[in-house]
């Protein structure tokens, strides 16, 4: 379960992006992301590539993303003995479900990593943030894609800084296409079919659990490196 959460919690992460100097292509970067944090809601469809330290074919997973600021997220997975994730602000919760396991985990709403928690509930942070961001070409989705290279993002104390590529859908412009590079590794997401909802569904955050699955505590400080739920 280790591996998959911290691949999670980074995918959430992936938009809450560094301070620093301010530059030009800021303001196109935060008009693209403004659509997404100040709707009142977002569902996507998402394909996760998660690189080979060892230069072998890259892990790819499938799954599904509802975010609604300001309340919570729901991060469901497609791949066969996937988890369902859900962080609701609102119900004060923290949970992972394992169908494989028929077993909800459960925490409260502020044992949830921070950065996650603060994706939800002070967007706006995200979209002030000083961040440098210069205009770069790369190959996503099979075509170049004209995109914003971030020199620097934190995505919490517990992880390492990375260097974030971001490129819109050219037909919605919507983010698309983003890639997060570290000193071992990287991981590519896309975000395919991205809505924007114009009444948030409560519903979306909700999960349908079998009537025999049972609860057992759920620690955050096994989600990431290193023992901290942050």
Not at 21 to 38: H, K
Not at 77 to 99: A, C, H, K, M, W
Not at 169 to 197: N, Y
Request: with cysteine; net charge positive; proline share 7%.
């Amino acid at each position: 379960m280790k591996t998959r959460l911290v691949r999670i919690s980074a995918l959430v992460a992936l938009c809450a992006l560094a301070w620093g100097a301010r530059s030009p292509a800021q303001d196109d970067v935060a008009r693209m992301l403004a659509r997404v944090f100040r709707a009142p809601e977002v569902r996507s469809r998402v394909t996760i590539t998660r690189s080979d330290p060892f230069g072998g074919p890259g892990e790819v997973s499938q799954g599904r993303l509802w975010l609604v600021p300001g309340r919570g997220l729901r991060f469901h997975s497609e791949e066969r003995g996937g988890e369902d994730i859900v962080v609701d602000r609102e119900q004060g919760t923290f949970l992972v479900y394992r169908p494989s396991e028929q077993v909800l985990y459960r925490s409260d709403w502020d044992r949830a990593p921070a950065r996650m928690r603060q994706l939800i509930t002070e967007p706006e942070r995200i979209l002030e943030a000083r961040f440098r961001a210069a205009r770069e070409r790369r190959l996503a989705g099979g075509a170049w894609r004209e995109g914003y290279r971030l020199q620097r993002a934190a995505l919490g104390d517990s992880l390492p800084s990375v260097s974030v590529w971001i490129a819109a859908d050219p037909r919605t412009g919507l983010p698309r296409w983003v890639s997060a590079g570290g000193a071992e590794d990287s991981v590519d997401v896309e975000f395919r079919s991205m809505t924007i909802l114009p009444k948030a569904s409560s519903g979306d955050l909700t999960l349908s659990l079998p009537r025999d699955v049972h609860t057992e505590p759920l620690d955050p400080r096994d989600l990431l490196p290193g023992g901290e739920s942050r």
